[in-house]
């Protein structure tokens, strides 16, 4: 029996429905968009609450923190690829037994060997667990924002570099380093935000003050599993390698992970082999054409390795960076035609790469009012800008 064939206008019809992105398939409320994500992205902290704005009607940014800080349905957590993610909690022990877990095993070589480079202790393992004990004695006693942390344990008050006149050598301090381990470990989370929802300032607790009950993680086999049959609902078909690429895994974690699904085999229209969960091997059928404008490091645009059949491969220097980050874009019918800024008094502008047909033009108009409207005047700092939003002409 020949293997069903995927082609590309399929594969965009999926994200418009499976992502929320075509208006009919929008949600209601946050955890349902966080779901159907898999995960967010929450390097930049506005990413969150823009592309919950996206895929979602009558949410608005207080809903947003309602739902990370109040009710706590969704968390954020570093894990694939030393990434800040926000995940729906029942899949952090997923999380945490695998995708974290590969992280924090890194990151314990990388401190240890830093430390022990620096002097600052000979043993770098012993100083990190020492360093860990000592912040979770002090979180113990309540949350607190980094710069507090520093001030009241004295383990997390040092520095690492700046001893030279070179202009990268500058001074790193170690309490980030603690903080990203006992976070990659489950054992610390990042409670309440301590400024404006556009910006990244947590305020640290443990992870039992702030989910109360606490499951263990899951074991490497069953984490990888779980998280790719979440990838494969979202983001399927896909290849082995675009899951490997998103997970930060390697090949045989993937390989494994896909026969524990029981993952369906397709062909897609360049030729290579796909994946599909067995629950999801229907057509999803066409869709009306849709627009809409997505924030930097949007989860839809970071799901796949490879990605020209929604992209033009000509438009990825001028819209990710050198390390593959994607800055904002726009989408018109299931690909990115360019992307959006603000001008000074917050309206959203296009700055399109692709001519489109005035259909396209006035739907993607109309989603840049509808997203100015939901900011409110707010205006967002952007860490990964790209070339195209560095370089947008605005009238």
């Known amino acids: 029996m020949s293997r069903r064939r995927v082609s590309d206008a399929e594969r965009r019809s999926r994200i418009a429905v499976r992502h929320a992105l075509a208006p009919a398939h929008r949600h209601d409320d946050v955890a349902s968009v966080v779901r159907s994500m898999t995960a967010l992205h929450a390097t930049e902290a506005a990413t969150v609450h823009l592309a919950v704005a996206a895929r979602s009607e009558g949410v608005s940014p207080e809903d947003v ?8 349905s969704v968390v954020k957590q570093l894990a694939m690829r030393r990434t800040l993610f926000v995940f729906p909690r029942d899949l952090l022990p997923a999380a945490w037994g695998s995708a974290s877990a590969r992280v924090a095993a890194s990151e314990r070589k990388r401190i240890a060997k830093a430390i022990a480079g620096a002097g600052i202790a000979d043993d770098g393992d012993r100083w990190l667990d020492l360093a860990r004990a000592a912040t979770l004695e002090r979180l113990a006693a309540g949350p607190a924002t980094t710069t507090e942390l520093r001030a009241e344990v004295p383990e997390l008050a040092g520095t690492v570099g700046g001893t030279t006149d070179k202009p990268y050598d500058r001074p790193v301090p170690v309490a980030p380093w603690v903080l990203t381990h ?6 610390v989370m990042r409670g309440r935000n301590a400024g404006h929802w556009r910006l ?4 640290w607790t443990t992870t039992e003050d702030w989910l109360g009950v606490v499951d263990d993680p899951l074991d490497e086999g069953a984490g990888y599993a779980a998280l790719v ?5 979202t983001f399927g078909p896909g ?5 490997q690429w998103w997970l930060g895994s390697t090949k045989t974690a993937v390989t ?6 029981g993952a369906v085999e397709v062909d897609l229209d360049d030729g290579s082999t796909g994946w599909l969960h067995p629950s999801d091997v229907g057509d999803v059928g066409p869709v009306e054409p849709w627009a809409a404008l997505l924030p930097t490091l949007d989860p839809t645009v970071m799901g796949w390795k490879s990605r020209d059949f929604y992209l033009e491969p000509g438009h990825v220097p ?3 960076d050198t390390n593959g980050n994607a800055g904002t874009t726009a989408w018109w019918d299931g690909r990115i035609v360019g992307c959006w800024v603000q001008d000074e008094e917050g309206m959203v502008r296009l700055s399109l790469l692709d001519d489109v047909e005035p259909e396209g033009r006035a739907a993607l108009e109309q989603e840049a009012r509808r997203l100015t409207a939901w900011l409110e005047g707010t205006v967002i700092g952007h860490i990964y800008a790209s070339r195209q939003m560095k ?5």
């Open 65 to 72: 923190d309602r739902e990370l800080y109040d009710i706590r």
């Open 182 to 187: 006992l976070g990659l470990e489950g054992k």
């Open 200 to 203: 990244n300032k947590p305020t």
């Open 229 to 233: 049959t979440q990838w494969l609902l």
């Open 239 to 243: 290849t082995a390698a675009d899951i």
């Open 256 to 261: 494994r992970a896909l026969g524990d699904v």
């Open 318 to 320: 001028y819209l990710f």
């Open 391 to 395: 370089h947008a002409k605005l009238p």
